[in-house]
């Protein structure tokens, strides 16, 4: 019995390792899938041929850059989640006011030819832009087209680079160790997933800043996506956000699937404590953020689920006081994901496990009703971005959500988290 319980250990141990893409039920649900035709919908399929991706997707090649980026950065900083917010009061205030251009853009000037000297000297109008508006965008520089430039770009900014929220369990490649630059989800397998808006954040933890970089625009598509939080908070229902903000939102983010437990038939039972105890180990050995266990059945198929703890939908932003929603329900929800999305192709690496969904903090099903209007508030607010080589997005990332378009051909976008 020893023996078969060390196993297991170890077993979890190794699957715990691809299991968390970002924070985001409880007691037993059915897919989204499942939900909707049993609503009389259908879901729409895009059944895709298997796809293969790179070496780096799988991990190989990663060791060496992980490890030069933990030699150069700290951990992301913990997320402030702040004071209560008066909810109706804050929303009236955005209603109210008139709010300034999302994003703004910040183009070379033509008779600038060294590029390091205009960043220097134009640090304080960039940074102030960017405080102001929640993103810039810059356009039209050649020197952050490759990492060392896009690294000297930031530095001059006097931004400090930290390790991506999820750099403790690998679910993002790193592109440059060296340079601190993260890829921004390129892999070939995912070309087809609409990444919805979200804030990088894994509940524990938050960057305050990002810069997003192209390095090679794809041949068609994968627009880069932003949305303005303080948009979205003046724009969903009152109703709806007095709700959720009341509720708090429970995100899964997760699913270690465990299918041998059927096997075991009236020793199920006896099992389930002991299974649940040791994935709660093995996981809480290989992750730096917060998750609870909890037993489901998926598609009929005994699964374990990683929780983050409940969270509200809207906070202050810790700079500027500023209320702003918060809330990553846009990418993590089954619902609005399948019906986004379909039938994707088999994919690789940590993405494999991430399984996210969101509920309401006790557990409860948010209304689809809700769901959709999300979505429809997100959708208006998105403003793609199309970038080219060496064009930069600065984001505050307590303030501006991101997402990313399908795609065709190769993208080479890439990242850098700031503290």
């Not at 205030?93 to 060294?114: I, R």
């Not at 070309?191 to 919805?196: E, L, Y």
């Not at 192709?345 to 996210?356: F, H, M, V, Y």
């Not at 557990?363 to 809700?370: V, W």
Request: glycine residues 6%; proline residues 5%; contains cysteine.
């Amino acid at each position: 019995m020893a023996k078969l319980t060390a196993a297991l250990f170890l077993s979890l141990c190794a699957h715990s390792a691809y299991a968390f893409l970002a924070p985001s039920s409880l007691p037993l649900r059915a897919t989204a899938r499942a939900a909707a035709v049993s609503r009389g919908r259908m879901l729409p399929v895009m059944q895709e041929a298997a796809v293969k991706d790179r070496a780096q997707d799988v991990g190989e090649g990663q060791a060496s850059e992980r490890k030069a980026a933990e030699s150069l950065m700290q951990q992301c900083p913990e997320t402030i989640w702040g004071p209560t917010v008066d909810i109706e009061a804050e929303q009236q205030k955005l209603k109210d006011a008139e709010l300034p251009e999302f994003p703004t853009y910040v183009h070379k000037p033509a008779d600038v030819t060294d590029e390091a000297a205009y960043f220097a000297e134009n640090k304080d109008m960039l940074l102030q832009k960017l405080q102001d508006h929640g993103a810039v965008v810059l356009k039209g520089f050649s020197t952050t087209g490759e990492p060392e430039g896009f690294e000297s770009m930031w530095k001059t900014l006097g931004m400090e680079a930290c390790l991506d929220p999820l750099h403790s369990v690998a679910g993002r490649p790193v592109v440059s160790g060296k340079n601190a630059v993260y890829e921004a989800v390129n892999k070939p397998s995912r070309a087809k997933f609409f990444v919805g808006m979200h804030n990088e954040m894994v509940g524990k933890r938050t960057v305050r800043k990002a810069a997003f970089v192209c390095f090679k625009q794809a041949e068609k598509g994968g627009e880069f996506l932003l949305t303005d939080g303080r948009r979205m908070l003046r724009d969903v229902e009152t109703a709806v956000l007095k709700r959720w903000y009341d509720s708090k939102i429970r995100f899964s983010s997760a699913e270690l699937p465990m299918s041998f437990m059927d096997s075991l038939g009236p020793l199920q039972s006896v099992a389930e404590p002991a299974v649940k105890a040791l994935t709660q180990v093995a996981v809480d050995m290989k992750v730096d953020f917060d998750v609870e266990m909890f037993w489901n059945r998926v598609d009929g198929q005994r699964v374990i689920q990683a929780h983050a703890p409940p969270q509200p939908p809207v906070i202050l932003h810790p700079d500027t006081g500023l209320a702003t929603w918060f809330c990553n329900v846009h990418s993590h929800s089954l619902v609005l994901r399948d019906e986004r999305d379909g039938v994707l192709p088999e994919t690789t690496g940590a993405s494999r496990l991430n399984k996210s969904d969101c509920l309401f903090g006790d557990g409860s099903a948010i209304p689809l009703d809700d769901l959709k209007h999300i979505d429809e508030v997100t959708r208006k607010n998105i403003v793609p971005v199309l970038m080219e080589k060496g064009d930069v997005c600065l984001i505050d990332n307590y303030r501006a959500m991101h997402g990313r378009d399908v795609f065709e051909g190769t993208r080479k976008h890439a990242v850098t988290w700031f503290k």
